[in-house]
């Protein structure tokens, strides 16, 4: 009986803390932000040619299965990636108004269309241009490169 009580009374501390907001849950959050790292974060380099997205692409486990078509780099620190998410909302591909846009330098990678994974093979662009990323959570967290 003591134990159903404390259940209880640990139900009710929990509900009133999510109510206050003072507790978030995750939903994931937090995996797809580090999904969100693994694919498109690399703050220690300035910009990439073809062997650098050949190489990362591999490592960050892009080519396992089959080659992914597109991807970019943002090379910023974290910081600096955060604060997109501090930018005012506007509308993503989805059609979620949860994405952010600001500036950054990149490297994209378009997969070459030769090439048979794991062995994928790329070109790159390297740039500074307009990023747009959806984020989610309290504080906002990037989750998802939408453009």
Same mark, same amino acid.
């Given at each position: 009986?003591? +134990? ?6 640990? *139900? $009710? $501390? *929990? +509900?009133?803390? +999510? %109510? +206050?907001? *003072? #507790?978030? /849950? ?16 690399? /703050?220690?380099?300035? %910009?990439?040619?073809? %062997?650098? !997205?050949?190489? #990362? ?20 620190? *974290? %910081?600096?990636?955060?604060?997109? !998410?501090?930018?005012?909302?506007? $509308? ?49 967290? /990037? ?5």
């Amino acid at each position: 009986m003591a +134990l159903q009580t404390t259940h209880a009374l640990l *139900l $009710l $501390l *929990l +509900l009133t803390l +999510l %109510g +206050l907001g *003072l #507790v978030q /849950p995750s939903y994931g959050q937090d995996r797809m932000y580090q999904r969100f790292l693994r694919q498109h974060v690399d /703050p220690d380099v300035t %910009g990439g040619n073809d %062997g650098y !997205c050949n190489l #990362v692409m591999q490592r960050r486990k892009m080519t396992s299965h089959q080659c992914k078509h597109f991807n970019t780099f943002i090379h910023e620190d *974290l %910081g600096s990636i955060h604060s997109i !998410c501090r930018t005012a909302n506007i $509308l993503c591909k989805n059609g979620r108004m949860n994405c952010h846009e600001g500036v950054a330098k990149v490297t994209d990678c378009r997969e070459t269309g030769s090439s048979r994974a794991p062995n994928c093979r790329y070109r790159a662009k390297a740039s500074t241009r307009r990023v747009v990323i959806a984020c989610e959570g309290n504080p906002e967290v /990037p989750v998802h490169f939408d453009k």
